[in-house]
């Protein structure tokens, strides 16, 4: 006797996946930028039209795929990066679910260009709401394009849900930033509507966080050094006196990674004691590097929240090396400036 139950064919089970990989285009942006981080790229350029509503492109000097991995790239759990559960605990890359690309390809046309260095012929594949419309062998630049027209092309409903292109624009630009900022060596490009909007050249995390967020960053960054064996953190800490009122310039990278962090949050803002007005909001830009095996980065889709084994030590570590950094620059209580 048969039962009810039935298996989802393939393409209705990417479209389910894709609604908690791609919410709207800048989570596309950030899984083909990180993508092509992950190839290794040395230089990555984004193209967005009408905020990506319209066209998205990312474009890699990176390894590329040879025909093999150009097609199979668009499966579901197809990926390079992990083999083992344990490799789970000891990631080295941005991705490892293999689910973005054939998530994006579920809810869009793609268009894809992709060869390695030591192959004369590349591969160009396009794929339309997970049905391939063509395969070809073609002549193309080493490492790999991705070109993604008409999201939610086939899922009206997030479609229209979908904000103005200035709200979407803006949560491109923050992907695109925090990548950026955590890989200051690669050469980064973003163009929207045919006018560039970021040209960060190779360099480091002081002079890439000034290239995006202006001259005026230089002289309020306090560098912060410290190495543990629970954690080293390298990056920097705002003067008290450059404070803002929004949250806008408070970054954590955890191994490269952005990763948002109220307990973070909190250790830092207790290193600032007495030295801020109240809903005074420090700049922060911290990175910081723990063993692969202490953190548990696979808790959602989107990778930004993240478990510490030992969140307890983390807190004081931090709050004790900005306190220390902080006291360093003669930082003055907020009593005395205030006057
Ligand atoms: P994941 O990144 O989690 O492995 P994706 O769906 O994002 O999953 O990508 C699937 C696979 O396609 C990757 O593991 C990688 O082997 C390959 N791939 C994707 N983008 C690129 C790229 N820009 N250059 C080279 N290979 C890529
Ligand atoms: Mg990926």
């Known amino acids: ?76 759990h197809a990926t390079s990066k992990i083999k083992h559960a344990e490799d789970l605990f000891a990631l080295h890359t941005k991705g490892f679910r293999g689910e973005a690309l054939a998530s994006i390809a579920a809810v869009a046309h793609v268009e894809m260009k992709t060869k390695q260095d030591q192959q004369e012929l590349g591969t160009h594949i396009i794929i339309e709401g997970s049905k391939f419309v063509s395969q070809e062998v073609a002549v193309v630049p080493k490492g790999t394009s991705f070109l993604v027209k008409n999201l939610f092309f086939n899922i009206p409903a997030r479609r229209n849900f979908l904000k103005s292109d200035n709200i979407e624009l803006k949560h ?94 909190h250790a830092i803002m207790s290193a600032y004691e007495g030295l801020l007005r109240t809903n005074d909001q420090p700049s922060y830009f911290l990175f910081l590097q723990v063993p692969r095996h202490t953190i548990d980065i696979n808790i959602h889709p989107t990778k930004t929240e993240i478990k510490f084994d030992d969140e307890q ?27």
């Open 313 to 339: 030590a983390l807190y004081a570590i931090l709050r004790s090396t900005i306190k220390h950094s902080l006291g360093m620059f003669n930082v003055v209580p907020a009593l005395d400036f205030e006057r």
């Open 172 to 265: 491109i630009i923050d992907e695109f930033e925090r990548v950026a900022m955590a890989h200051p060596s690669i050469h980064f490009i973003m163009i929207s509507n045919g006018s560039e909007v970021f040209n960060l050249p190779s360099s480091n995390y002081r002079q890439r966080i000034v290239n995006i967020f202006g001259g005026k960053t230089n002289e309020k960054l306090v560098p912060v050094n410290e190495e543990t064996e629970i954690v080293s953190v390298t990056g920097f800490v705002g003067k008290p006196e450059f404070s803002k009122k929004t949250r806008s310039e408070q970054f954590f990278f955890v191994n490269d990674r952005f990763i948002k962090s109220g307990f973070l949050h």
């Open 1 to 76: 006797m048969s039962g009810i139950i039935q298996l989802l064919p393939d393409h209705v089970a990417n479209q389910i996946a894709a609604g908690e990989v791609v919410q709207r285009p800048a989570s596309v942006v950030k899984e083909l930028v990180e993508n092509a981080v992950d190839a290794k790229a040395s230089e990555i350029k984004l193209v967005v039209k009408d905020a990506g509503k319209t066209l998205i492109q990312v474009i890699d000097n990176g390894v590329g795929m040879n025909v093999t991995d150009a097609r199979l790239c668009f499966e579901r």
